[in-house]
């Protein structure tokens, strides 16, 4: 079983910054593909971001040049550094390692105010 636990959302301004931190437990942390999700009030939830463990990167075209994902597989950690937030970017943002079986942690809120 893998946990997951994020850190760093909170409310900003439109065209402000944040950093999403996931930290992950297990020692097959660098072999997962891990991915961040968001889902807002009403809406499903979207997959963002991914990494593989070769560090190959995919985005959703709605944050694609804002967002970034990367990993620190020495420190379990995954983050996602988003820039130039909308108001539209406000939601719940959960950490996964994707892939069968699949984690999700239990999510922190993001709020874009305009």
């Known amino acids: 079983q893998v946990q997951l636990v994020e850190s760093g959302g909170g409310l900003v301004q439109a065209g402000g910054s944040l950093r999403l931190s996931c930290a992950a437990s297990?020692?097959?942390?660098?072999?997962?593909?891990m991915g961040w999700s968001r889902q807002a009030p009403g809406k499903q939830r979207e997959l963002v971001a991914s990494?593989?463990?070769?560090?190959?990167?995919n985005y959703a075209d709605s944050v694609k040049g804002r967002f970034t994902i990367s990993r620190d597989n020495a420190k379990n950690t995954v983050y996602l550094q988003m820039n130039s937030l909308k108001p539209d970017d406000t939601a719940v943002y959960y950490c996964?390692?994707?892939?069968?079986?699949?984690?999700w942690g239990q999510g922190t809120q993001v709020t874009v105010s305009s």
């Open positions: 297990g020692s097959m942390f660098r072999l997962n593909t």
């Open positions: 996964a390692k994707l892939g069968l079986p699949a984690y």
């Open positions: 990494i593989t463990s070769g560090g190959s990167t």
